[in-house]
C-alpha cells in the first residue's frame, strides 16, 4: 500500500501533510530499518562467512568478503556423509508436521468457532489452558510415555507433535470468527454437511492463514532439534538438526569449520523459500482477515 492511499493507523496520508509528522515518521522509517538489518545481518554474515576458507576464518585481519565465492563448495559439502538422506528426513517429518497443523487444528477451530457442539467452551478452555505451560515441562513423560510404546524411531510421533500446538489453533479460530455466518447457512440449505463445509468453504476463504500456519509449522519442525535428537536412536532416521549436532561435535574430523558454516547455510535455505513462497499470503492474512458482516 502506497502512503497516498493510507487513510487508517498510526499515521495516514493527511498526518504526513503536516510538518511535525515528517520526523516523526523518519524516525519510524529509520527504526524499522535498524530493526530488518539487525535480523538480516547475522544471516548475511553467515552466507558470506560460509564460502571463506579457514585461512580466512582464523585470520587476524579482518575481511568481511571471502577472497572467492566458489559456488562448488555448496555441492562438495551437500555430498559429504550423504547429507542428502538426512536432507530428505527433515523433509518428511516437516511435510507431515505441517499437514497435521493445518487439517487437526482447522477442525478444532472450525468444531468451536462455527460449529459449536455441546462442551465446546471446556474444550477451548481446557486448550488456552495447555497454552500456557511451556511445552518443556512435558518433555520428559512425553518421551517416557513415546518409549513405554515403543514409538521412537519413528516419524508419526514427531508429526503429531509438532502439529499439534495452541497458538496454531488460535490462528484459525480468530480467522474462521470473521467468516460471515450467512455463507455456511447457505451451504447447510443447499445440503451441505458440516465435514463439506469446512472443506468447500472455509479452507477456500483461509488460504492466508492455512499459509500462515503452514509457515510456523514448518520453521518448527523443520528448526526443532531436542525432540528429534531424543525419539531418534537410529542414525540413517535423523533430521538434518540432528546430524548438524553430530557433525559439530566432530569438527576437525571430516568436517572443517567453513564446511560447518556451509552446512547451516543449506541448512536454513528450505525455510528462505517458503517464506517467499507463502509471503503473500502472510501480508493477506494481515490485511484481508477475513471478511466481517
Partial sequence: MRLKDKTNGLLNFSDYKKPRFHILYAVIIFLLILVVLTALLPVFWL???S???VQE??????SFFPDVFDINKIWQVWQKENFGKYFFNSIIVTSGAVVCAVIFNGLMAYVISIVKPKGYKVMYVMIMISYMI???TGMIPLFKWLSDINMTDNYLPLMLIFGANAFYFINFKNYFDMIPRS???AAKIDGCSDLKIFTHVVLP???PIV???AIFAMTGAWSDFLLPYLLLNDSDLYTIMVEIYQVQNTLGNGFTYDEFLMLLVISIIPQIIVFF????QITSSASNAGIKE
Fill in 47 to 49: 552466507i558470506v562467512s
Fill in 51 to 53: 564460502f571463506k576458507s
Fill in 57 to 62: 576464518i582464523n585470520s587476524t585481519t579482518f
Fill in 134 to 136: 511451556p511445552a518443556i
Fill in 183 to 185: 455463507l455456511f447457512e
Fill in 205 to 207: 476463504l483461509s488460504r
Fill in 211 to 213: 499459509g500462515v500456519v
Fill in 277 to 280: 513462497i507463502f509471503q503473500k
